[in-house]
């Protein structure tokens, strides 16, 4: 009669016997201890045998692992913060020209589509009341048109200057007495 020897008999052992003594098993081999192990990692550094003492030394080297990445990771943000301050410094006069190059392409862009200041000046001239005079007109950097126009009726003044389609988007910015009239800003924005 055959027994069915299972899984004992592909792990390669022996099913008991009763009656008999367990056979000897094979002596497994010695492992080396963890302290061991981490004895020969360090390059043979010997670590102490006692109990107390290898929770000490075990201890130490846990907390030293979150400790030398702080430390490491201090050191890289330092490393790189030089790197980038380098670059800052190599780089700032381009950045310099590229903004200076924006500014004049907005300055021109603007002043490209408006009329010029002769026809400023005409256009002006045919909206106004005949007691009305131009004291200044100014072109800003961003290509918005400032004007200050004296008069007796301010509200007068800026209904005139709005009527004329070409100022339509000018408002009024303020309004001063001088010796005789009345002085009123008025400013157009860039488009």
């Not at 027994?3 to 099913?15: Q, V, Y």
């Not at 061991?36 to 043979?44: D, F, H, M, Y």
């Not at 430390?71 to 381009?94: I, N």
């Not at 126009?149 to 004329?164: C, E, F, Q, S, W």
Request: net charge neutral.
């Amino acid at each position: 009669m055959t027994l069915g020897l299972g899984p004992l008999h592909r792990l390669g052992r022996r099913p008991m016997d009763a009656g008999k003594p367990d056979p000897e098993a094979s002596p497994a081999p010695a492992a080396d201890s963890l302290s061991q192990r981490l004895s020969a990692a360090l390059g043979g550094m010997r670590l102490p045998q006692d109990g107390w003492a290898m929770a000490a030394a075990f201890g130490a080297l846990i907390a030293a692992g979150p400790l030398l990445t702080l430390v490491g990771a201090t050191l890289l943000a330092g490393q790189e913060k030089r790197a980038s301050l380098v670059l800052e410094d190599k780089l700032a006069p381009r950045l310099q020209a590229e903004a200076a190059a924006r500014t004049a392409r907005a300055a021109l862009a603007n002043a490209a589509g408006r009329a010029a200041p002769g026809e400023v000046l005409e256009l002006l001239a045919g909206v106004l009341p005949a007691e009305a005079s131009l004291t200044r007109i100014e072109r800003t950097a961003d290509g918005g048109l400032e004007l200050d126009v004296t008069g007796g009726d301010p509200d007068a003044l800026r209904a005139a200057i709005r009527r004329a389609p070409e100022f339509a988007g000018m408002r009024n910015t303020s309004q001063r007495r001088s010796d005789a009239a009345m002085i009123v800003s008025m400013r157009e924005d860039a488009r």
